[in-house]
Every structure is written in C-alpha cells, then in structure tokens.
C-alpha cells in the first residue's frame, strides 16, 4: 500500500514539513515544480545564509550588535541589523468519522511519506486560515469545526508546528500537487513507520489516545533534534 | 500613579509588542538604546521593503513566482526568492497570589504604556522559553509552573502572540531596560486605559474572567485591524 521498500530509512530529526524559506535559494524560472522543492531540502544547510544587506546592497558581517546578545547579519554601511525568527508551520488533523486523512508527500524533504495536511504559515493569515489553506493545496479538502489542538516547538530548526482537530465537509478530496495520493486511515492502518515527521507522529499519537474519552486538551510540547523518531 | 496625563491617546490598531525585527532599519552605532528602538517605531512603515538580494547583492524585483500565488520579492539575478513570514511574540501573565505583574514601556511603540513582559521569538529557543527570557529582560523576573494560556492571531501585522499563565517565583523583580517601572497589580488597580496593546488587554480580561472559576481553558483567538482598543 505505501511502497515502503522504496522508502529511505526514516530520518531522526528532520522534522520540517518544508524548508524555512527565507534566505533559501530556490530556482524557479527553469525547473518543474518537484524539482524545485528539491532545491530546498538541499538548502536547509543554508538556513541562515546571508551575503548582502538587502537594503543598500552592501556585504554583511555576522556580529553581536550593541545592546544585543545575539549574533546577527548587520550591514557596516547602513547599520541595518537583519534578524531572523522562527516560523510557525500550520496544519491540521482532518477527520471523517473514525478516520484521519494523509497525505503521501511527492516533494522533498520526506518525499513518498505519510504526513499530515501541514505547512508554512504566511503573512496576512491566521494560523487557522494557515492550516485550511494548506489542507485545501495538500489534499484538496475543506474543513469545518476547526479546534485548535496541538504546538509542537522543534527549536533545532527554529520552528512551531501548530495543529488543529477539523472535520472533513466532505469525501470530496483528492492529492493536490505536493502530493502523490490523499487516503482516510483508520487507527490501525496509520503507516506510523512511513510518517514523514516526528511532530506529525506525536500529534495522530495524541489524537488517538485522546479520542478514547473523547477529551482533547490543547496540548504543547517540545521534540529536541536527539529524540529519535519511532519506527513502531 | 501611572502618569496617564502625559501620555498620548491610545491606539486602535498597534497591537505590537515590538517591531518586526527583520527588514527593519536599526541604527545601532551611535544611539542609545532608547533612540534605537524609537527608529524601530519609525521603521515599521517598512515592513516588507527589500531592495537587494541577500544572497547575491543585485536588486530585487516583486513578483509572484512560478507555481505560487503570492507576490514575492524574487532576485531575476540569481532565482533567489525571499520569503516573508509571520513573527512570535511571547510573553506571560506573571502571578503573585492575586496580584499580576505589569511593566511600563521605556520603549516604543506605545512608551510609556503598560504590557504584560513579551517579546520577539528567537532562533533556536521553544516560545516557553521566550516568554520566560523576555520577563528576566524586561521585569527581571523569574518564572515558575508555565502554562500555555492564550494564542492571539494579529494578521494584519503578520503576528502570533502567545502569552503563559505563570507564578512569580519570588518577589525579586525589577525594571529591565525595555521599562520604566514594574508593578504588581490588584484586578481592580489594573489601568485599563493605559495598557499598550490588544492583545494584552484581552489577555488580562480572559486571565482575570477565567480566574472566578479557576478553570484556565487554552484560548485562541484572532484580532483584527478594525477592532477597536476598548478604553475602559
């Protein structure tokens, strides 16, 4: 069902649903979609790259600026200080009676694994409207009754995972680009050895041990770069 | 007590705890720290402004890339394309028995204004620890027994806030250099038309509602740029 002997072993602590995306490169004008989400994964190593101020142009220096106590990117000529802060990733766990909707990723990193609906948050949005947006690009899917559920910190990468319980409206879902095929799993079926990220485990996790007494707290936790992911 | 007679009218919309740090100009070489953060006040009309690529110097362009739906400022040089995100902002409700902590602004925006201690999100740090080190730097308080409690969507300026419930491990605290004073407050002496942003305001009145019960539900919820900032 999932073609998980085709499948690389699962990652240890790459947790991202997509990469950071400022300060990526990211070739756009000649590739094809899926190849240009592989440009990302290669550029995670970049995450904080920065050569240039992007005010005026000149060269940056990485150093603590006064009255800080962090190293930054400052520009020497126009003493623009350049931060750089975590983003959130917005997704949801979409329900259809006893069961939960994946989606098998046909990008990078993770691709050919199971995740939930899930990615970045952009400005001018919600998180809620974040997590509905990426539903409908992921798997095509509309959601309703949306309850905010689950933050995950993974601060090794600077990011908030942060899930919502919703409903399907729906059977009408299919794989949207970033996707090679959308599917309803019962419990018993979750592909929990094909799970494309360790937050993404921890929330169907959550999930299921919840819906036993139908009480679901809004949960928050952290998952540190040397947790393991699970494979059982 | 609060000097509210020198202070100017209340905002309806700035809800910022700080300025969105990326893309800002600060001028850190020859001002002191007041003057700085007043450019950051100043700065935020630019908030999105980009000029140059950061990776390879040459200008950028706005445009919406191939495959996505958003405009970008996009580097035609070298396919850089530069993603804009939303910001954290995390803070706590700092509790002494029946008082909360509150500090008055040394800073702008909103200087002179009260805020429960919040700030910007760092790198590398879970938003509970954020919120604990914005208290140290702003109250020079330490924090115990942090409970998630409130998540606030701010679109309009492509913010997140999420404040803890917290107790105040002692009554060692202080003024840090972001404020002017710091000061426990009694329900009734909170100065409600004083208080520097929304965000903290609904964050008080949920706090103090929820305190008749002793139930702290997890709360989110969205504020937008035509809702106005209640004076009293």
Not at 5 to 22: F, G, I, Q, V, Y
Not at 57 to 81: A, K, M, Y
Not at 118 to 146: D, P, S, Y
């Amino acid at each position: 069902m999932h073609q998980s002997d085709e499948l690389p072993k699962p990652l240890s602590d790459n947790l991202m649903t997509s990469a950071p995306r400022h300060n990526l490169w990211i070739c756009s004008g000649d590739l094809p979609g899926l190849q240009r989400h592989a440009k990302i994964a290669t550029a995670l190593r970049n995450l904080s790259r920065m050569n240039f101020c992007s005010q005026c142009g000149n060269p940056v220096v990485q150093r603590i600026p006064e009255g800080d106590s962090r190293l930054r990117f400052v520009c020497e000529t126009c003493q623009t200080i350049h931060y750089q802060n975590p983003n959130i990733v917005a997704g949801a766990v979409p329900v259809w009676g006893t069961q939960v909707l994946l989606c098998r990723r046909a990008i990078e990193p993770r691709l050919g694994y199971w995740t939930l609906p899930a990615g970045f948050m952009e400005n001018g949005e919600t998180i809620e409207q974040a997590a509905r947006r990426e539903t409908v690009e992921e798997a095509c899917a509309t959601l309703r009754n949306m309850t905010l559920y689950m933050l995950v910190d993974v601060p090794h990468i600077s990011q908030v995972h942060v899930f919502y319980r919703a409903d399907l409206v729906s059977l009408d879902f299919a794989a949207g680009v970033e996707s090679l095929e959308v599917k309803l799993f019962e419990e018993d079926e979750i592909p929990w050895s094909e799970l494309a990220f360790q937050t993404v485990r921890r929330t169907l996790e959550c999930y299921f041990s919840d819906r036993i007494n139908q009480v679901y707290p809004v949960r928050s936790e952290a998952i540190s770069s040397s947790q393991p992911m699970k494979t059982s």
